[in-house]
């Protein structure tokens, strides 16, 4: 395994471009979290085509280059402004912003900078550990288990994003109603083409991500007013903060890390959840409860710690099964589709000297973010300065001009527009995309699995429950439906009882 790593750092060192765009990556990744409005997901999808004119492995370490960036940025507006660049960095701003209101915003970023350096090492640290050990186990799944996975993932995912189970639901059979359109995957048979030679080919999965996620932010943004904040001044000598700061903190680093993990796991929730579980849960364990929000630097090390931990944490499950476990993982499995990799239990047999690549960029990603942060923070800040009237159609220029570049098609650009606007609809109507882009892309892996699974059992669909490993998931996808169902219900019960 660590021979392996080391051969991806080799060959990581050894091509110069994957060592600039890991740079370049990690660098956008924290301007596009640091500005409000702008997410990692839109900036994963907006550089998603630039990484097609790469090779595998180098434009797979610039998306977790990004991917990892984007994570740490959202705490340079949460501290400055007050406003989370990023969901994942709202519990920042409770310690974050009174901390930086008292004149010591130096301070604050050192600390988070550094909180998110440890979550991230730590998380990376279990992916690297965890994952070729899973992906072994998965090793002996058929097309039964892979239905049955792709089943638990598109349950887990519709009825974890969002607060209503049913508009998760809708959400993922409309991204697999999409899927459709085009050729069937196994006898490619003609379906929703209305004799459309362009339809044939169906939707490009590229032009729905970026439309979906980075059109539709920009559309919102636009007809939004845009919440502003006054940047407050700081100074930061050295890294910010003295080993004064961090005493004590060992126990917060590494609980608050590994909270990040293990929220990071379960598909569907992800840092803009660890965050605020690991925040409650430092402040409940803490001998001073009360000076929580007053501007100290446990909270901020809780919130950091955990964002950046869910990292390594939503990368697992993407890496030995196939599912994504947030937004920026959904994308990252489109790229790695893209590239021609298929992520799940072969993946670590059939492009494994390229996953160990991704492993070593990740690990160097999350030292340059760290470089970037501390040694770029007076240009980074002077990026929440550009006005929006400037920003945004230059992102729809270059998200136009890396769906056109893709196939050369014209069609790709008009998908982008009209995946734009139903991304635009959706949030309004308080629908979530990730089970959209879910259902977009396993598609095609529950229907392929679906048929073979019933051509090796002559038509017998409840062979799909007499195998173990199937049946497993298929009891986990019910489990995981009923207890969103439980939560939903529960809250109305209590409000009619009362």
Known sequence: ????LLEGFGAVFTDPLSIVMIFIGT??????????????VA????????????????GLSMLTAIYIGGMSGGLISAILLNIPGTPSSIATCFDGSPMAKNGQAGRALGLAVFASLIGTAISLLFMVVLSPTLANLTIKFGPWEYFSVTVF?????SSLTGKSIVKGLLSALFGMMFATVGLSPIDSSKRFTFGSLQLTSGFNLLAVL???????EVLSTAGSEQEKGQIREYKMRGLGFTLKDLKGQGVNFVRSSLIGLGIGILPGIGGSTSNIIAYSVAKTS????????TGIPDGIIASEASNNASIGGAMIPLLTLGIPGDGATAILLGGFMLHGMQPGPLLFQSNGATVYQIFASMILSMIVMALVMYLGMPVIVKVLKVPSNILLPLIVVLCAIGAYALNNRVF????????GIIGLAMSKAGVPAPPFILGFILESAFETNLRRGLEYSNGNFLEVFTRPISAMFLILAIVSLAATLYKQYKPKKATSEE
């Open 286 to 293: 803490s001998k001073h409860p009360e000076k929580f929000g």
């Open 43 to 58: 900036g994963l999808s907006m550089f998603l085509p630039i990484t097609y004119a790469m090779s595998s492995g180098t």
């Open 153 to 157: 993932a598109l349950t887990l995912i």
């Open 27 to 40: 660098t956008v990744g924290i301007v596009f979290g640091a500005l409000p409005g702008l997410t990692t």
């Open 1 to 4: 395994m660590f021979g392996m």
């Open 210 to 216: 970026v439309g979906l996620y980075a059109i539709s």
């Open 412 to 419: 790709d650009m008009w998908g982008l527009i009209l995946f």
